[in-house]
């Protein structure tokens, strides 16, 4: 076994690997972007470099910094984690020549099975099943254009390379395939430095099953089980979990036999994943992932193995440690992926930072794998994904009972997160039931996302409670330090000369405005609300935690505020308001909406009109990539360009103008 190994990655996973290094006395380095200085990772390991500035092509991504690191370190071995360089293999043959262990298959594997087009020509020569499609060489918008009308729409648009969903797009017609190419194109290129593409049939109500292959430098392989992976958005994995529910036995035998046959075909070693769509009881190979995966704690859960701990096994020159035989499962594992993005504005990335950070405690039966911190920035420059919460259960349904516990006692505050929509998975029927495809947020989006600016009257509530005890304790202050502590000028209870004593508050949450009037009484507070009112009785504040009494129900929220923003955390939901000030919203108005902003943080990666050129509803203007994801600003109606603002490449912050636009309607 090596002595030191160099992560090369960040987040979560870099965090995750570290643990098990120092579990078998492996000493770690850590690599670091200078926007990653404070990151925990870097706390986390033994020593640390830093390699680069923010952006991931002049950090993560440059493989011979990551070398030199090592190297100057005395690292003998180099983790790649996922994403990144991970699947890159010009970096595992760049390790092997510099005398380093790449922790992670051969070279030839990663180009033969990274390459979604190769892989399928592999598993076609296999006889594995494929989704009818084109995989060709020929990559021209002619060629493509042809393929889709031979294979028929609505088609999937793919990056050959890499995962996540980066570079995917699903196209219903012939009009929609060339800017679908051209998106796909720049987001793989900017994700995986590879723009080849592939196009398959779209599956209208498919599973997505994978199975996690273990292989050594012996020539065995295993397989370690499936995952179920279906409740995706943006083709990107939600929650995944373990054995895959309601797969007949015989289905499931012939998936682990055809991943295990796909990882020996091609000399691998290490830790893969091989992907399925699973559809009308057949199922069909779409890619291998040549690394460990985002989703590898639920089989971590249900098998009892450390996956990390046998890469390194296997790395350093060790045959598997278990024959397929001995490898067992036990009980049901469910892993919900935390994100920093807006689930109410189409799961756009968000960025700022942590401004207060509570997640549950750890028990036998619940995992986290975080790479955040309180008081860190959530930058645009990375994936954002901030951390996985992971519960185990005897059976599916007291895994679902572990999760949704644990979600209502996760906080996260200072942006908007997806907490509140997995809670919302997690309570639906149709998941208690696995009513579940790849289709099902799709599906289910109304009961799964609430109407933006919807606050529930408790939320508000809290809200005007938290700042009149915060009054209260301003005006003690300033009357004990005052001549006359006792004047009536140092209340904060609301006293008017002529009217019942209150006070009133104006909350803002996305469009909508919510007026709340407080009410003093002697055995408590009367508070107005948009749908009624309730009473408040027995408040108590014990820093950010909040305890009152609302309509006799005793309930706790922690209630985080920065200037004038609140965040309520209230039984797993979050709400962000703002305290309402009349006169700057009416300032704001007048400034007039002949612009259309930015919807993230991001960089210009293409501007699609000049000025003073007419549009149409819905026409393409402007692309902006942040974490890795691009997002196109349209015209919201026809129109005119009068302005554009920003170059590609120029960096733009959330909200900024990007172009001039006058509807049609306002034109002389």
Not at 34 to 46: F, K, S
Not at 400 to 412: C, M, N, P, Q, V
Not at 563 to 579: E, H, M, Q, V
């Amino acid at each position: 076994m090596f002595d030191k190994v160099l992560i090369a990655n960040r987040g979560e996973i870099a965090c995750r690997i570290i643990r098990t290094a120092r579990r078998l006395s492996i000493g770690t380095v850590a690599v670091y972007s200078t926007i990653d200085a404070a990151a925990p990772h870097v706390g986390l390991a033994d020593e640390a470099f830093c390699i680069g500035p923010a952006p991931a092509t002049d950090s993560y991504l440059q493989g011979e910094r990551i070398i030199e690191a090592a190297l100057a370190a005395g690292a003998q071995a180099i983790h790649p984690g996922y994403g990144f360089l991970a699947e890159n293999a010009d970096f595992a043959e760049a390790c092997v020549r510099r005398g380093l262990i790449f922790i992670g298959p051969p070279a030839s594997a990663i180009r033969s099975m990274g390459s979604k087009i190769e892989s399928k020509r592999l598993m076609e020569g296999a006889g594995v099943p494929l989704v009818p499609g084109y995989h060709g060489r020929g990559q021209s918008d002619t060629e493509l254009a042809a393929a889709a009308e031979a294979i028929g729409y609505p088609i999937l648009v793919k990056a050959s390379a890499g995962g996540g969903g980066k570079g995917m797009r699903v196209v219903h017609s012939t009009a929609a395939l060339s800017p679908a190419l051209a998106g796909a194109r720049r987001e793989a290129k900017a994700a995986f430095s590879d723009d080849s593409l592939l196009l398959e049939r779209y599956l209208d109500h498919p599973r997505h099953v994978e199975i996690q292959v273990f292989a050594d430098s012996y020539g065995d392989a295993v397989s370690l089980f499936e995952r179920d992976c279906s409740i995706q958005r943006r083709h990107q994995k939600v929650i995944e979990e373990a054995p895959a529910p309601d797969l007949p036995d015989e289905v499931r035998g012939a998936m682990a036999k055809a991943a295990v046959a796909a990882a020996k075909a091609v000399g691998y070693v290490g830790a893969g994943t091989v992907e399925f769509l699973y559809q009308d009881g057949s199922f069909h190979f779409i890619e291998m992932n040549t690394r460990l995966q985002v989703e590898h704690p639920v089989t971590e859960m249900i098998t009892g193995l450390d996956l990390v701990e046998w890469q390194f096994l296997v790395a350093a020159g060790r045959p598997l440690p278990l024959r397929q035989e001995q490898i067992s499962r036990r009980g049901h594992a469910m892993e919900v992926r935390i994100y920093a993005e807006d689930p109410g504005r189409d799961f756009l990335p968000t960025t700022g930072r942590i401004v207060h950070l509570r997640p549950p405690a750890e028990e036998p039966h619940l995992r986290i794998d975080s790479g955040i911190a309180e008081g860190g920035e959530v930058s645009p420059y990375y994936d954002p994904m901030l951390a996985k919460l992971i519960v185990w259960g005897e059976d599916r349904g007291s895994a679902i009972r572990r999760l949704r516990r644990a979600l209502g006692r996760y906080e996260l505050a200072g942006l908007a997160t997806n907490l509140r929509f997995l809670s919302a998975i997690a309570d639906h029927p149709a998941f208690a039931a696995f009513q579940v495809d790849t289709g099902f947020i799709t599906r289910h989006q109304d009961d799964l996302v609430p109407r933006p600016g919807t606050v529930p009257g408790d939320v508000l509530a809290f809200a005007a409670v938290v700042l009149l005890l915060e009054r209260e304790r301003a005006a003690g202050q300033v009357a004990a330090r005052s001549a006359d502590p006792y004047s009536p000028w140092y209340r904060a209870n609301g006293w008017r000369m002529n009217e019942d004593n209150h006070q009133t508050f104006r909350f803002a949450a996305g469009d909508m405005v919510y007026p709340v009037t407080v009410h003093f009484g002697a055995e408590g507070w009367a508070v107005d609300l948009p749908d009624g009112q309730l009473t408040v009785r027995g408040t108590r504040c014990e820093g950010r935690t909040v305890t009152a009494e609302l309509d006799g129900s005793r309930k706790t929220a922690s209630v985080v505020v920065s200037g004038f923003d609140l965040t309520i955390l209230l039984a797993g939901g979050s709400w962000r308001l703002t305290l309402d000030d009349p006169s700057a919203r009416a300032a704001g108005q007048d400034v007039g909406g002949g612009t259309l902003c930015a919807p993230m943080t991001g960089t210009v990666v293409q501007v699609l009109v000049e000025p003073g050129q007419a549009v149409e509803s819905g026409q393409p203007l402007v692309a902006v990539e942040a974490m890795k994801m691009e997002h196109v600003v349209a015209a919201p109606a026809a129109g005119t360009v009068t302005e554009i603002y920003f170059r590609v490449g120029e960096q733009v912050a959330d909200g900024v103008d990007l172009v001039g636009f006058e509807p049609a309607e306002t034109r002389p």
